[in-house]
């Protein structure tokens, strides 16, 4: 069998899991808010939003993204309300805050659940030093993005969403284009970590699932199904509404013929016995890390990456894997002695 036919064979695991929800989660309405007093803010922060970073062209507000001036009236308030996500624009040089703060209030009167994010734009912010003043904006949290940087959503505003709409990455990439780039890297290294995290538990030196070395079954599982997941999610959250089928398809493609994989395999296969922990959990992160900057390549470019792009990946995931897995294995150490002490404990206790 070839590689590329294993791989869409180990990816079709994907099929038996229920991402129906998933799919249908980024079909429904997300509503967003775009909120200010200066046009000019309100059109920029909108603009770096919805701009697509991968394909040229204006950016076009959907049907669920609302930008509204300041003061709201009448209904404008109920639809900033009840959005999913609110944004406050404010300009440079802007000193009187006593509306946005105000607005704010009223806002979490009506929905004291509502996310909303105050975003100071100013020019050279990124060698700012700042301390974000949640009470003074009754709540709600404050960011400094620079209009001149090419991602200046990556630094503030992507770890605040993050706390604000747990588990949305994927509908937030979806709706917003301008934070797919750091959301995909995000989605990228979480589950390159967690695979890592389940090899270092395992502790087996069969878990090499990228290279398609045939090991321990169940764990193969696992392994793959978190990386077929991942890429699911990335398609989704790169703005591709497909569904598992044709997601495999295209990735055995993208990955099946590859140099790397190849050759990799074929060096590992008389090694991996006698290979210590620290190897295998670097193997599951670099692996993991693999797949996923390649699906995201291929959705951010529609291209492939090339047989030498993935051996210069691969060979600087491993580094990176090699230099978390001590860590990895301490810490998973660490928990499993101490839930042994608490089950002599509780057997002493007895």
Do not use: C
């Not at 294993?6 to 990816?11: T, V």
């Not at 909303?116 to 050279?124: A, K, L, S």
């Not at 209009?147 to 959503?153: M, R, T, W």
């Not at 150490?333 to 042994?340: C, F, G, P």
Request: charged share 20%.
């Amino acid at each position: 069998m070839s590689t590329a036919s294993s791989l869409q064979s180990a990816w079709s695991i994907l099929t038996e899991l229920d991402v129906s929800d998933l799919r249908e989660s980024v079909r429904m309405p997300f509503p967003i808010t775009i909120l200010g007093r200066e046009e000019a803010a309100r059109q920029w922060l909108a603009d770096a939003l919805l701009r697509d970073p991968f394909h040229p062209g204006p950016p076009l507000p959907g049907p669920d993204i609302s930008i509204l001036p300041l003061p709201l009236v009448g209904e404008q308030r109920l639809v900033a309300a009840r959005s999913q996500l609110v944004f406050i624009a404010i300009p440079a040089g802007q000193a009187d805050l006593d509306l946005e703060r105000e607005s704010i209030r009223d806002l979490l009167g009506f929905n004291p659940r509502l996310p909303i994010v105050v975003v100071q734009i100013r020019p050279g912010a990124a060698q700012e030093a700042y301390s974000p003043m949640l009470s003074f904006w009754h709540g709600a949290t404050e960011i400094i993005v620079d209009p001149k940087e090419a991602q200046p959503f990556d630094a503030e505003l992507v770890p605040v969403l993050k706390r604000l709409s747990p588990g949305q990455e994927v509908l937030l990439g979806y709706h917003l284009p301008g934070l797919r780039p750091a959301l995909a890297r995000q989605l990228i290294r979480q589950t390159s970590l967690a695979n890592a995290g389940y090899a270092a538990t395992t502790g087996l030196a069969e878990l090499v699932p990228l290279l398609l070395i045939p090991g321990n079954v169940a764990d193969f599982v696992i392994l793959t199904k978190n990386q077929a997941l991942m890429a699911y999610k990335l398609a989704l959250l790169m703005g591709n509404d497909i569904g598992v089928q044709e997601m495999v398809g295209e990735l055995a493609g993208v990955l099946g013929g590859g140099y790397l994989l190849r050759e990799a395999a074929r060096r590992l296969v008389g090694f991996i016995p006698g290979w210590g922990l620290v190897p295998k959990v670097a193997i599951a992160y670099a692996g993991t890390y693999l797949i996923g900057e390649a699906a995201y390549y291929w959705y951010a470019y529609h291209e492939k990456l090339t047989p030498a792009q993935m051996k210069a990946l691969y060979a600087r995931a491993l580094a990176e894997g090699k230099e978390k897995a001590a860590g990895i294995i301490a810490k998973r150490r660490t928990h499993a002695a101490n839930a042994d002490e608490n089950l002599t404990q509780s057997r002493q206790g007895r």
